[in-house]
């Protein structure tokens, strides 16, 4: 019996923030606050895409 394996991208997500900071140079003022808006505008793609394909 195979092993359920834990998805490396949870539900919801395009590109994890742990992946997306590792592309961008030091971060000057808040972090939070810019992992705050990447989530939000990751969220936003994920169910842009969802809806296109759901749609056509």
Do not use: N, T
């Amino acid at each position: 019996m195979s092993e359920m394996r834990e998805p490396k991208v949870k539900p919801g997500v395009c590109i994890p923030w742990a992946d997306k900071l590792k592309e961008l140079p030091e971060i000057p003022g808040d972090e939070e606050l810019f992992h705050r808006v990447w989530e939000d505008i990751d969220a936003l793609a994920y169910v842009y895409i969802w809806q296109v394909l759901l749609s056509f």
